[in-house]
């Protein structure tokens, strides 16, 4: 019987899978796995929220943003992303965490989103988790080498834990955005 801590794989309560399709991307490159990361996770939203004007931002763009250079992406880097996509319907903001915990990637992927964790795959990656089955201990992701693939939830969690549990969440529509019909509003009011 497989075991993750408090997870067996034959406990009768546990849920079903959570599973999300998010489109892959491939990397071109050694150190672009973040970026790629996160151009998957916006093409979801787009997805998502066809209606949304949330402007499908190039691989070099992410980049640039994140300050990703031959060495990889820092985790701070990721606060750049939120000054492009700062103007987006609904709003879109990136957060970089460390140990961040099993149960954060289970409540992000209950309410459909995906995260990207940072594994050590021998080498430091990252990875857009897709989805996690308690029944099978099996975490699904997306690799940006790979494609969609899988991995034991014992093997994720050693991987992960090697890189201090690193996870970049994304909070959609949380944030208030005015839009320009604020502004007309605001100008006319006093107006009579």
Known sequence: ML????????????????????????QDDDFSCVPVCIKMVLEYIKQRNPDSNLPLKSLQE????????ELGTPLDGVQGLNSILNKTLP???????????????????????????????????SIVVTGLDKQTLTIYYNDPLKG???????????????????????????????????????????VR
């Open 148 to 190: 969609k693939n899988k991995i034991e939830m014992g093997k994720f969690m050693s991987a992960w834990e090697a890189l201090d549990r690193v996870l970049i969440k994304v909070k959609i529509g949380e944030k208030l955005q005015r839009t320009m019909i604020d502004f007309i509003d605001d100008k006319t009011e006093g």
């Open 62 to 69: 992410l980049s640039s943003a994140m300050g990703t250079d």
């Open 3 to 26: 075991t993750y801590k408090k997870y067996r794989a034959s406990d009768a309560t546990m849920t079903f899978p959570q599973y999300i399709d998010v489109p892959v991307e491939l």
């Open 91 to 125: 709003s879109i903001e990136f957060e970089g965490k460390i140990r961040c915990t099993l149960a954060e990637i289970e409540e992000d992927l209950e309410m459909e989103k995906p995260v990207v964790a940072w594994l050590k795959m021998p080498f430091p990656h």
